[in-house]
């Protein structure tokens, strides 16, 4: 097997859920293979660098070994070699405020104070 097409390989090594996951993402241009925006079908080989966008991160991994089945995480984890940055901080979330039972709707007073503590929408 000299290649593999590169939605199968990162569903393989458990970079996306699903197959239709990694064909999405190649699709909307979250897939680059060396650079260049991949189509679900594009064929990957070993010494390749992909780009994956998910989940708001972004994965660079370097493609060791071609999997067309998905395995197991220390196996999948042994298929490529991640050159990813680290994944940023996360950021303290606040205690979302606790109503009592049985008080009813919040007023717009109440409204405000809680859109207040959840800080501006994105």
Known sequence: MSAVRVDSWIWAVRLTKTRS???????AGHVKVNGE???PAQPVKAGDEVRVFH???QRIVEVKQ???K?????AAAEAYVDNSPPPP??????VAAIRDRG????T???RRELDALRGPRA
């Open 55 to 57: 989940g708001g991160r």
């Open 37 to 39: 925006r991949a189509k």
């Open 108 to 110: 717009k007073r109440d």
């Open 66 to 68: 071609l999997l067309v």
């Open 21 to 27: 996951q990694a064909a999405a993402a190649c699709r």
């Open 89 to 94: 901080p996360q950021e303290h979330v606040a």
């Open 70 to 74: 998905r395995v197991g995480p220390p």
């Open 103 to 106: 008080t009813g709707r919040p």
